[in-house]
Nanobody, 114 residues
């Protein structure tokens, strides 16, 4: 069973930056598309960004170029650089495959507040 471990969240002021990391416990990581999601209480996981095995990226329309997803297959990791954070970015952030998802990890809390 693949395990996903997210880290890097925290408290940041509006306009600030954070870099999230996610490590997957699978030797076949390089074969999988990966994505970052976020979730707020009472709502479903919301897709934030996706990266293919060829490093092609797509982003949720509401991000307006403020986030960047990258991956390092040698580390079995996917990253999310979040810049110019807004209060609406407060959520628990998770990584996973965009399809046929693995079990969710514990996520990492991002709080954007003055």
């Amino acid at each position: 069973q693949v395990q996903l471990v997210e880290s890097g969240g925290g408290l940041v002021q509006p306009g600030g930056s954070l870099r999230l990391s996610c490590v997957a416990s699978t030797s076949s990581f390089s074969n999988h598309f990966m994505a970052w999601y976020r979730r707020v209480p009472g709502k479903e996981h919301e897709l934030v960004a996706e990266i293919t095995t060829f490093d092609t990226t797509t982003y949720a329309h509401f991000l307006k170029g403020r986030f960047t997803i990258t991956r390092d297959d040698s580390e079995k990791a996917v990253y999310l650089q979040m810049d110019r954070l807004q209060t609406e970015g407060t959520a628990v952030y998770y990584c996973n495959r965009p399809h046929k998802r693995w079990p969710w990890g514990q996520g990492t809390q991002v709080t954007v507040s003055a």
